[in-house]
T-cell receptor
Framework: NAGVTQTPKFRVLKTGQSMTLLCAQD?????MYWYRQDPGMGLRLIHY???????AKGEVPDGYNVSRLKKQNFLLGLESAAPSQTSVYFC?????????????????FGPGTRLTVL | KNQVEQSPQSLIILEGKNCTLQ??????????LRWYKQDTGRGPVSLTI?????NTKSNGRYTATLDADTKQSSLHITASQLSDSASYIC????????????FGTGTRLQVFP
């Protein structure tokens, strides 16, 4: 299993440009998440999905949109990039709680996408 | 004020030595507390997960402890190795919103030979 993969690994955008980050997981996980990690701050949740066709806002959703058309993929879109969106973006996924006999299930993270907006 | 605070911010130790990282949290009530290891340029990887009723959990040379009364957790690393050089992140899962994990800012550990 590849686990959680993210594309691209690096990207440089100009202010106002748009792009889509792709997250894919091959573990048949129901839940998927998008986080951003900035220096001196803990990871912050942008959006998440509890299943195919569903999405929900996290702590810092403004400026981002997401879609979960297939169970294994979770897309993060930036319609008009701003310098404040310069960050490292991580995708994560997990099983539904209670599966595999556990009351909680750990999140598995992808390798990250480093995005710079000039 | 962060709901999950870690100390120290950074730590340098010699290979073979032990060390302990601290985590204080104010999240209440909580479902579980996790420790993650994040290598430079990589995503976090889970080391331990403890529910509020557990007070210790081990994973090889890593041992996490939890005191729910004082809202403190620690991660003890025994006989450190060069590969232990990484950031260690304490994460708390609120009881009523388990999807919205609260992350500490991490402790950056460097192990030198």
């Amino acid at each position: 299993n590849a686990g959680v993969t993210q594309t691209p690994k690096f990207r440089v955008l100009k202010t106002g440009q748009s792009m889509t980050l792709l997250c894919a997981q091959d573990m048949n996980h129901e839940y998927m998440y998008w986080y951003r990690q900035d220096p001196g701050m803990g990871l912050r949740l942008i959006h998440y999905s509890v299943g195919e066709g569903t999405t929900a806002k996290g702590e810092v959703p403004d400026g981002y949109n997401v879609s979960r058309l297939k169970k294994q993929n979770f897309l993060l879109g930036l319609e008009s990039a701003a310098p404040s969106q310069t960050s490292v973006y991580f995708c994560a996924s997990r099983l539904l709680s209670g599966r595999e006999g556990k009351p909680y299930n750990e999140q598995f993270f992808g390798p990250g996408t480093r995005l710079t907006v000039l | 004020k962060n709901q999950v605070e870690q100390s120290p911010q950074s730590l340098i130790i010699l290979e073979g030595k032990n060390c302990t990282l601290q985590c204080n949290y104010t999240v209440s009530p909580f479902s579980n507390l996790r420790w993650y290891k994040q290598d430079t340029g990589r995503g976090p990887v889970s080391l331990t997960i403890m529910t509020f009723s557990e007070n210790t959990k081990s994973n090889g040379r890593y041992t996490a402890t939890l005191d729910a009364d004082t809202k403190q957790s620690s991660l003890h690393i025994t006989a450190s190795q060069l590969s232990d050089s990484a950031s260690y992140i304490c994460v708390v899962s609120p009881l009523y919103n388990t999807d919205k994990l609260i992350f500490g800012t991490g402790t950056r550990l460097q192990v030198f030979p």
